[in-house]
């Protein structure tokens, strides 16, 4: 299955000449870099004059070298650098009059008429303030002689685009802001690693994070940590916490557990809106529970590091979307925010965002905690409501239904998240007082009746954890289906739950379709997508592909800097995927890749010649590196060895090509903060579906004759929102010989990654998504 291009153009140079400059401000986060060099990247391929503004909006008012035109090479090797290598800085003289009168001063002599502003709120609103009254600054400027009636003729309009640049995620209008994904890989590192001696020596370790008045980094670091207790400012708890918070974690120690981990928010505050600081909350645990308490306060280590790859790709698409939203915009048009909606990179009026997020703050002002959280949207709401479901100590039994027996199971090969994925089914299911009966080594070990019920307790710990512990098979039911109905009908199970990849898709149509036949069949199943291969249809992302994009990032960042200070090397890697391109694609925009071959985009020995040639064009102009990514069965004759030996006797005596393959360290790891979140609250939901089919007799297993197609389904992250889609509806959009679905929308992504790496492209006018020219035109 091959796609060919069939979208609409704008053709390089289209806005010739047009002066457009970046700038970061506020506080730095990592993927900025990437925002930036998206920025001047499509700034150039679409023929604009692209400036960096050092040092934000100080760097605007001082001008002189802070404003310097940017070429392609000046963003080079800069996509996975933590900060900002162009500077941000407090402005103070920016907020008076005559610092925004030299700016804007600054900005007309250069020719710059739109700006991508990358920062917070403060940062945004300045932005939106200057562009208000720019009109009226270019009337003082052409009155006192400092510019001339030309100049204020031909930048009478200054557009204004907005990128969040915050690892607290705390700007209201987009579901992750730039950065906040590396400061949740930093937490969770710092945390593991606590958890390993805190462990050995029965301590209890209190560890504050960001996040200003922001709970965000503190809730999904305890729902990825299994964290004992968190404070946010969110959600305050009442003046009896410390007796809450001791009787919790004495119980912990009185059923086992060596180490008690509690999260902090720096901004945390109690009902009264009294600040909770780390001291405190180690003076109540010492001086109630004698317990060895430490105190770890990560500060800025969360803004430091590399950025993830899911930062890089996310600066990536918006740096390119905030250009083309400058390019298409009308003078003098209401300033837009570039926001991340599901997978989609969309347009949202600025300052609407701003005053939603001002209004959070407003909210927790006059102690109305309620709206606080329902102003930070529902996915807040729906994290703070699973992390405390899943960190009860012993479950209540709330519910008034007849207690259910439930089967969980992996089919497939194992992905970072199984386990998250199981724990959390599990304590959802014993909440309303059923039991999980966890099936070991998926289809063959159900034929077996290998299973046994796992416990609240048995899956603590399970969070943090790789791989899967209940095993896994790629083995098919379709010849094992009798034996399967025996031990359905043995066990009394009434839902199964199978977490995996095209396999488990697979795997529960055969089961839906032998149901005429197997009677046993007909009881609610759901399908969890879990692969890092990322090549089940029905959703846009599948547990575990992010930590494998992750590993294969960083993986090409170490390898990259294996050959500093060597000649020039280009690097030759394969990765992971089947026929299926989302790794090779992800991967190729998260590291600044020059080329990526996938299996769903064509090419021949032609095209493989050109991207050889286009980089060793790029070493000519200063680069070092190359990188050059191939999904392992991108073709069957072109080979990773093949396309190797051609870049080494194409690149002969201008660079030197060694080549990687990186197998199964792509699986390996232990699960990030997106894959433990991500698959927590997906089993959450997959534990809601079981029970409402179960419970309703309208379409149980006794009532057969009303049962439908609704009660197997695969549950996906489509646009945004779950989605739970009838596995027989799947069918028809599947390549099974491939094991692939019809439409992936990450091949929109892949000329975006052309333009990028300095590809002959063409940008598409609606947005991001763009497509390669027919090379036969």
């Known amino acids: ?55 934000g909006y100080q760097g605007m008012v001082d001008g002189g070298d802070n404003i310097i035109e940017a070429d392609w090479s000046s963003v080079s090797s800069i996509i996975h650098m933590g900060g900002t290598v162009i500077g941000s800085a407090r402005c103070m003289d920016f907020k008076e009059r005559w610092g925004r009168l030299k700016a804007a001063e600054n900005l007309v002599k250069r020719g710059i008429t739109n700006i991508v502003a990358i920062g917070g709120d403060g940062t945004l609103t300045g932005a939106d303030t200057f562009r208000a009254e720019y009109s009226g600054l270019l009337d003082e400027l052409l009155s006192t002689g400092r510019i001339t009636s030309d100049e204020r003729e031909k930048n009478k309009f200054l557009n204004v685009c907005g990128l969040v640049g915050s690892i607290d995620n705390d700007f209201c209008g987009t579901d992750m802001t730039i950065g906040t994904a590396s400061a949740l890989r930093r937490i969770i590192e710092a945390l593991d690693a606590i958890s390993s001696t805190a462990y050995s020596h029965q301590r209890t370790f209190i560890m504050e994070v960001m996040g200003r008045h922001c709970g965000y980094l503190a809730l999904l670091s305890a729902m990825a940590s299994e964290a004992d207790y968190v404070f946010i400012p969110e959600d305050p708890p009442n003046p009896n916490w410390p007796e809450k918070m001791c009787k919790k974690l004495k119980q912990e120690r009185e059923m086992g557990k060596r180490l008690n981990i509690i999260i902090l928010a720096e901004g945390a505050v109690d009902v009264e809106g009294q600040p909770i600081t780390a001291e405190q909350v180690k003076k109540v645990v010492v001086d109630n529970l004698q317990q060895d308490t430490r105190i770890t306060i990560l500060g800025h280590v969360q803004r430091g590091g590399n950025s993830v790859a899911f930062d890089r790709v996310l600066g990536s698409r918006m740096g390119a979307e905030a250009v083309m939203a400058l390019m298409e915009a009308e003078e003098g048009a209401t300033p837009c925010l570039i926001s991340l909606e599901g997978n989609q990179a969309v347009r949202l009026p600025l300052m609407e965002c701003v005053k939603q997020t001002k209004g959070v703050a407003e909210a927790m002002k006059v102690k109305d905690w309620a709206k606080a959280i329902e102003l930070r949207g529902r996915s807040f709401m729906r994290n703070l409501e699973t992390y405390k479901l899943l960190t009860r100590l012993k479950p209540t039994l709330v519910s008034k239904e007849k207690p259910v027996t439930v089967a969980v199971m992996h089919i497939g090969a194992p992905a970072c998240g199984m386990n998250a994925a199981v724990r959390s089914f599990v304590r959802n299911i014993a909440w309303h007082s059923g039991t999980v009966l966890g099936v070991q080594n998926g289809i063959e070990g159900l034929i077996e009746g290998n299973m046994k019920p796992l416990s609240w307790r048995d899956v603590t710990g399970w969070v943090s954890v790789g791989g899967c512990f209940l095993g896994t098979k790629r083995s098919m039911p379709d010849k094992h289906c009798q034996e399967i109905a025996a031990r359905i009908k043995e066990f009394n199970i009434q839902g199964l739950l199978v977490i995996g990849g095209f396999e488990a898709f697979h795997s529960v149509l055969q089961l839906f379709e032998h149901r005429p036949k197997y009677p046993e069949f007909m009881i609610p199943m759901v399908v969890i997508p879990s692969t890092i291969s990322n090549n089940v249809p029905g959703t846009e992302l599948s547990i575990g592909c992010d930590t494998a994009l992750n590993e294969i990032t960083e993986i090409c960042d170490r390898i990259r800097l ?70 392992e069965k991108a073709s069957s004759n072109y080979s990773t060895d093949f396309i190797h030996r051609l870049y080494s006797e194409e690149g002969k005596g201008i660079f030197s090509t060694r080549m990687n393959v990186l197998g199964h360290m792509q699986q390996g790891s232990t699960p990030t903060p997106f894959d433990r979140t991500f698959a927590t609250k997906m089993a959450a939901k997959a534990a809601d579906f ?59 992504l892949r000329p975006l990654l052309r333009i990028l790496a300095k590809h002959e492209s063409a940008y598409e006018e609606e947005g991001i998504y763009m497509t390669v020219e027919d090379r036969k035109l």
């Open 1 to 55: 299955m091959k796609n060919e291009p069939t979208h609409k153009f704008i053709q390089r140079g289209a806005y010739k000449g047009k002066g457009i400059a970046v700038f970061t401000s506020g506080g730095d986060s990592q993927g900025m870099n990437a925002a930036v060099r998206a920025v001047v990247r499509t700034g150039i391929y679409l023929g604009c004059k692209v400036y960096f503004i050092r040092e």
């Open 562 to 631: 294996s050959a500093q200070g060597t000649k020039r090397r280009a690097f030759i890697v394969e990765v992971m995927g089947g026929h299926c391109g989302y790794l090779a694609t992800l991967a190729g925009l998260a590291g600044g890749a020059d080329a990526t071959y996938i299996y769903e985009e064509s090419f021949n020995v032609k095209d493989i010649q050109q991207d050889c040639y286009q980089l060793a064009v790029k070493m000519a102009e200063g680069v070092q590196r190359g990188l050059v990514l191939r999904n």
């Open 690 to 748: 079981l029970l409402n089919h179960i419970n309703n007799t309208s379409s149980c297993a006794s009532n057969k004759a009303n049962f439908d197609p609704q009660t197997a389904c695969l549950l996906g992250m489509m646009k945004r929102q779950y989605k739970f889609t009838p596995i027989i509806e799947l069918k028809s959009q599947c390549n099974f010989e491939l094991r692939i679905p019809q439409e992936q929308w990450f091949l929109g």
